[in-house]
């Protein structure tokens, strides 16, 4: 067991490895990143959906309220004649 010391760092087939474990590393990175701003993106644009769609049904209710209350007093207008 020699050590670090003995470690022989002007090895042809070191430098090699250890340049493209280090680029297999950083596009890792860069796809983690990618993924996680895909991943964010995602959850904003659901938000939004989610949204528009409470919206839509919200506004269902408020048409529903007034077509009724249109007849109640249609039909208030008929009996008062």
Not at 4 to 28: F, T, W
Not at 35 to 45: H, V
Not at 50 to 70: F, G, V
């Amino acid at each position: 067991m020699g050590g670090i010391d003995q470690v022989d760092v002007s090895c042809r087939e070191l430098l090699p490895a250890a340049s493209s474990a280090r680029q297999k590393y950083n596009l890792y990175l860069e796809e983690s990143k990618k993924k996680a701003e895909a991943e964010q993106s995602d959850k904003k644009r659901k938000a939004v959906s989610d949204q528009i769609e409470e919206l839509k049904k919200k506004k269902a209710r408020l048409q529903q309220d007034i077509s009724t209350l249109e007849a109640s007093a249609d039909n208030n207008n008929n009996n008062n004649n």
